[in-house]
């Protein structure tokens, strides 16, 4: 193989990293990457570098956030990310090279990045391991730049205490490197005794850093070791992790121990080898369900209902984090009553969920509980996922909405709080200085299309919150305000979710105050179906009910009624009706 | 060529750092100052009063301190930062009188000078320090904490525990002995919880939660001997309010009072204190040790009357030789009778008040806006609202100085959410003075970048001794020390 066509294959590989990297988190994984945008809030502060720095880790932490803030535009994240993917595999072949190991090799410098890329496709693994892993490839790569042995020496010695503070418990990959150089240059020399008393020397040395952190930072010494940043739930140490220190640590000592064979044929293997793992493991470490999720609640973000409705009518989304998204949208389009059970519905926490500890859970029912105008509850709801973040950082998203909810509530000072908060990040900047433009300014906020209608919508006499009465809670909001037709078809949407058809029929009749043009198709449904249960024909029935739901109600009464084997046929044929929801489900 | 550049670039800098107000306008109000420490009283050992003027849109500062005696100080510049050491000296010279303030602003090249302003420096020295919590505001789940510990005459500010130190670990309730941080009394919520009681070095962790009483530990306050301390056991639940001006309810659906004793690890009950037709809640001990002070509300039915329960100031007789209670409670301020509810009742220690907190209803007033400061001179039986530091917003939790000179609480005034720490001083006429805001350096920004609350501030006379590493370790550890009833 000539020197062009060697770097040519090399180029295109690396190459082709890079492009499929970017086409995968572009147009397969954008969502994950604004999940992970909104679970930070990295602000162009000095206080806030400074708390970064101040523990270990901090810096690739730091550098991390900084680039994660541009998963605001998905894009710019694939962008970063290919970068980041592409820069660890060049440097870990030239790392690999110092060993000695031979060119054909080439494709094993992409075995750590596709464990990297598997890690990085849980929602939960955070982006300082990528650079830490950057970050201490560039001090491996200097260190083998150096000649002189007790230099070396020096610089390694240096550099474990910094490295340990910048990118954290991934120094021990660095470590691992100079020890392995040392004992091979040992055994090539068959000189012992110095190269193991300075080798443990190093080993003692990156251990004893954490242990003194310890007496003066407020983390387990576990975590020290382990390192705090590189997932989200600080009790979680996923293993890969360790795979993926082990990999860097020996692929270029393992790979320096192979012989030269069949060139071409080598390398045509290995590429089609690696790439074939590579696939198959990335693929394995992608939850796509969980892509799905996010992108419905991305959109309830950007408030894209006819997109959310659409998503779900080329795949029906079944969780009820997914669910709430899309019949947030169906009641914002005024398509709840009519379109709700096309849709798969896993009863009352697809709607308006109970509130659960977690971080994510909550944030589509705030959403819910905002454009309802129950806008302490949406407050509430924001405030708790923020607290929930497992790495106690706080969220541009939640920021964003309790600027807006304290505005709403006339909290102008504290809206101003989060609003100054949000003046120091990139993406949200125009935004929070438009809004401070708001603040205290009554009449610019009763005009405003949205918090001026959620000012009238929501409550003005008091009570304490009950999940466990949320029906009256939905009808006291609707009474308050008449024009809050949301509310009223969360009300019936709620009780119909409940199987209460008593209820239904008691808040039903509150409709009338609401311009409806037509009886909602559910709703009709519904009602033909009590009429049924006590009438013989459709006389003296008050209600105006289209003639083919009438005439539907009918054949499904008298199929569910005669066949008792018909569930499957009934389901198929009326699986849009809440008839299915009531009697099939 | 360059040398010149030099001496011309120099000379300008020179001529920058010392332009003096020159030909000022004078006006005739107070600068709009944050935190607003006009007028206010402050101890000799306190940080540098440091202020911006956020409302200001100017070039440079001139701000010049001075006092009677002692050197005065003068900064210039864009920020208003005081040289420590330099203010220390000046407050020294001018202990028991007053400083005063001029601050002048250039905008466009004309200087304003604003109407001086004092600040007195009080004859009663401060205590070495202020213990917090910090925490955001938020409702069930916490994300970071910690209990901090600020030397009071520097802007050094040290953790004694944060929650990153055993995950999910929540911290409550901190107690010391009239300042006196030797006997230390710290509770830790979650799946490691205890409560850690330390007394002259020694510590344990103990497991305060008995079949016989109602909860673990929550409220403490220690014995003036260090033989005891008193609790407030709490069945707590929450509720949220519906409307723009309410956020949390805090519910005591049934709570009592009991005594601990360190050195037997016994929990001693009165029957008087666990009564299932009251609530019982925040003991704290007289200070001769003969009183145990406490709040009582009749129970109603929870959430149906919440509205209605209301805590009377109460007190019960205690023996410390044999750690005994009396045989009668006594109603000291009925405040079911004003319609009002007191919480947070604390003595001081020189005996001659009882401060709490008085609100509408309930016990957690510290979600109550309407929440004020009250104080019952204990020598004669007066009553008496503290307008003095008071506002429209919340004032709640409290506590008092060695000297019971000072006390210092917690509120909402500043932006309606976040708690700030404050400030006041008490005179042996019972005057008191206008309350200052816990100092910082750049206050404005310090305290608009915060996103936590300050929590349970007690004075401390000394820095605390408390080794987190090993306490960590320990608290991670399933070692326990059970306590039993007497």
Not at chain 1, 115 to 135: G, Q, T
Not at chain 2, 109 to 126: E, L
Not at chain 2, 201 to 210: H, S
Not at chain 2, 402 to 409: G, L
């Amino acid at each position: 193989m000539n020197l062009s066509v060697e770097k040519i294959g090399k180029t295109g590989l690396t190459l082709l990293l890079a492009i499929t990297a970017f086409v995968f988190w572009n147009n397969y994984y954008p969502a994950h990457l604004l999940y992970h945008e909104q679970y930070q809030l990295f602000l162009f502060d000095g206080a806030y570098l400074w708390e970064r720095l101040s523990v270990p880790e901090g810096f690739a932490d730091y550098i991390a956030e900084f680039l994660t803030q541009f998963y605001y535009h998905p894009w710019m994240g694939a962008l970063i990310l290919s970068f980041l993917l592409t820069a660890i595999q060049l440097l870990c072949w030239a790392l690999v090279k110092k060993f000695g190991t031979l060119y054909i090799y080439y494709p094993l410098s992409f075995i750590p990045v596709f464990v990297l890329w598997h890690y990085l496709a849980d929602e939960n693994a955070m982006l300082s391991l990528a650079v830490a892993i950057l970050i201490v490839l560039i001090a491996g790569n200097l260190y083998f730049l150096i000649k002189n042995t007790r230099l070396r020496l020096i610089y390694a010695l240096g550099c474990i205490p910094v490295l340990y503070w910048l990118a954290g418990t991934i120094v021990y990959v660095f470590i691992g490197w100079v020890v392995l150089s040392i004992l091979i240059e040992a055994y090539r020399t068959r000189t012992y005794f110095s190269p193991l008393f300075c080798s443990l020397g190093l080993i003692a040395w990156g251990i004893l850093i954490p242990l003194v952190t310890a007496y003066f930072l407020q983390y387990p010494l576990l975590r020290l070791l382990r390192g705090l940043e590189y997932y989200r739930f600080p009790e979680v140490f996923p293993n890969i992790i360790y795979a993926i220190g082990l990999l860097l640590v020996l692929i270029p000592v393992v790979s320096s121990l192979f012989p030269l064979w069949n060139k071409r044929i080598g390398v045509i293997i290995e590429v089609v080898l690696v790439a074939c793992w590579g696939y198959n493991y990335v693929k394995s470490g992608c939850d796509f369900s969980k892509e799905e999720s996010m992108k419905y609640d991305w959109m309830v973000r950007e408030k894209q209902w006819n997109e959310i409705i659409r998503m779900a009518e080329s795949k029906t989304p079944t969780s009820p984090y997914s669910v709430t998204c899309l019949n947030l949208a169906l009641g914002m389009t005024g398509q709840m009553g009519d379109r709700m059970f096309e849709f798969y519905q896993n009863g009352t926490e697809g709607l308006l969920a109970k509130y659960q500890r977690d971080f994510t859970s909550p944030l589509p029912t705030s959403e819910a509980f905002y454009y309802l105008g129950m806008i302490n509850t949406a407050q509430r709801f924001t405030f708790e996922a923020m607290e929930a973040i497992p790495n106690f950082r706080k969220s541009t998203r939640c920021f964003k909405r309790l600027a807006e909810t304290n505005l709403i509530n006339g909290q102008y000072q504290v809206a101003a709080k989060y609003l100054h908060a949000l003046s120091k990040t990139l993406f949200y900047k125009d935004w929070a200085e438009e809004t401070l433009g708001y603040l205290g300014n009554e009449k610019k906020i009763n005009a405003h299309p949205e918090w001026g209608w959620l000012r009238k919508a929501r409550y003005t006499e008091d009570f304490l919150f009950s999940d466990r009465e949320m029906d009256m809670m939905l009808g006291l909001l609707y009474q308050h305000n008449y024009q809050n037709k949301l509310a009223f078809e969360y009300l019936l949407a709620y009780v119909m979710q409940q199987r209460d058809i008593d209820k239904f029929m008691r808040y039903y009749p509150l409709g009338a105050h609401s311009d409806y043009d037509h009886i909602p198709k559910h709703y009709q449904e519904l009602l033909v179906y009590v009429w049924t249960q006590t009438h013989n024909s459709w006389k003296g029935m008050p209600w105006s009910i289209y003639p083919d739901v009438m005439r539907d109600i009918m054949d499904f009464a008298k199929i569910f009624s005669t066949q008792s084997n018909a569930r499957e046929y009934l389901k198929q044929r009326y699986g849009q009706t809440y008839w299915n929801y009531l009697l099939l489900n | 060529m360059k040398k010149m550049i030099v001496i011309w670039l120099s000379s300008l800098l020179l001529a920058a750092c010392s332009s003096s107000v020159t030909d000022p306008e004078m006006v005739g109000t107070y600068p709009e100052i944050y935190p607003d420490y006009i007028g206010v009283t402050i101890p000799v050992n306190i940080a540098p009063m440091d202020f911006d003027l956020p409302g200001d849109n100017y070039d440079r500062v001139d701000v010049l301190v001075k006092g009677c005696e002692g050197k005065e100080i003068h900064v210039k510049g864009k920020d208003i930062l005081f040289p420590e050491n330099e203010w220390h000296r000046l407050l020294a010279a001018n202990e028991g009188d007053s400083i005063v303030v001029t601050v002048s602003i250039q905008q466009n090249g004309k200087w304003k000078q604003f109407r001086p302003f004092p600040m007195f420096v009080s004859p009663y020295r401060m205590d070495y320090g202020v213990v917090y919590r910090k925490i955001a505001p938020g409702y069930e789940v916490y994300s970071k904490m910690g209990i901090y510990e600020r030397d009071l005459s520097s802007f050094t500010e040290r953790p004694l525990i944060e929650n990153t130190l055993v995950p999910g670990m929540c911290l409550n309730c901190h107690s010391f002995n009239r300042t006196n941080p030797d006997f230390l009394s710290i509770h830790f919520r979650g799946s490691h919880g205890a409560t850690l009681m330390q007394v002259n070095g020694k510590n344990e962790l103990l497991n305060t939660k008995t079949d016989s009483t109602l909860s673990a530990c929550v409220y403490p306050y220690w014995h003036p001997t260090g033989k005891y301390i008193a609790y407030s056991v709490n069945n707590t639940r929450q509720g949220f309010h519906a409307v723009k001006d309410e956020r949390i309810e805090v519910l005591d659906f049934e709570s009592d009072v009991l005594v601990y004793k360190p050195d037997t690890h016994e929990l001693l009950l009165s029957p008087l204190l666990q009564k299932k037709e009251s609530f019982e809640t925040f003991p704290a001990f007289s200070p001769d040790g003969r009183t145990l002070y406490f709040c009582s509300a009749e129970s109603k039915e929870i959430p149906a009357h919440y509205k209605d329960i209301r805590y009377n100031l109460c007190k019960i007789a205690f023996d410390p030789d044999n750690g005994m209670f009396g045989e009668k409670i006594d109603t000291l301020v009925n405040a079911e009778k004003m319609k009002k509810s007191i919480s947070f009742p604390r003595p001081s220690y020189d005996g001659k008040y009882l401060m709490f907190t008085l609100s509408d209803y309930g016990n957690f007033s510290i979600w109550h806006k309407e929440a004020d400061l009250w104080i019952l001179d204990l020598r004669d039986g007066s009553l008496r609202e503290l307008k003095e530091v008071n506002s429209v917003d919340t004032e709640s939790f409290h506590n008092w100085s060695a000297n019971s000179h000072w006390f210092v609480f917690s509120s909402r005034r500043d932006d309606g959410l976040y708690t700030r720490l404050y400030f006041a001083c008490i005179d042996d006429k019972g005057r008191i003075s206008k309350p200052f805001m816990l100092p910082q350096e750049h206050p404005f920004s310090y305290y608009d970048n915060l996103i936590y609350s300050y929590n349970v501030p007690d004075f401390v006379n000394r820095p605390i001794e408390l080794e987190h590493k090993s306490l960590g370790e320990r608290l991670l550890s399933s070692e326990r020390v059970n306590v039993n009833v007497r």
